[in-house]
């Protein structure tokens, strides 16, 4: 399959999990978005997949479970033998007991390594680039929150001065108005009453 290159349909899935970085890790997740298709009639809408829909068959919703849930995409792909020992394979009866064989020029087998290593690298190295690139968006992303929260603390504080210095000059004024009305009160003279002029003693 990788060779036919059926893995670059999905190739945006896979790409994003580390643990999925062989040929053979590839080929069995492919084939697990496959047979998800071929079950539910659609793609999955996201993977890793968290819930599966009803299936008429447990073995078959088995098989997705270790190709497509977060803990497979986590921890890694099952390989083709462990994939072939699962009831949805095992409980097959094959008609005959020979196994096909295939011929392969030593040419060609060579090609075939190098093309295979190479494939793996190119991964490697996407997936390395995809990583950093999550890294450095959750660093910009944490920044960012870090300089908006010290940016409100900033107007908060300074909102707060505001107010506190307007209430400061309010009561100010307000104490200096009350100092006027009692300083206007107490300037006015008093007047005292005249003294009674004296009777006079001359007769």
Known sequence: ??????????????????????????????????????????????????????????????????????????????TVSRLLQMPLFSDVLLTTSEKPQFKIPTKLKEALRIAKECIEKRLIEEQKQIHQHRRLTRAQSHHGSEEERKKRKILARKKSKRSALENSEEHSAKYNNSNNSAGSGASSPLTSPSSPTPPSTSG
Do not use: W
Not at 13 to 37: A, M, P, W
Not at 51 to 77: D, H, Q, Y
């Open 1 to 78: 399959n990788s060779l036919l290159g059926l893995p670059s349909f999905y190739r945006s899935y896979f790409s994003q999990f580390r643990k999925i970085n062989t040929l053979e890790s590839v080929d069995v997740h492919c084939f697990g978005h496959l047979l998800y298709e071929m079950t539910y009639g659609r793609p999955p809408d996201s993977v890793p997949v968290d819930s599966f829909p009803p299936s008429p068959s447990m073995a078959v919703v088995a098989v997705l479970e270790s190709t497509l849930s977060c803990e497979a995409c986590k921890n890694g792909m099952p």
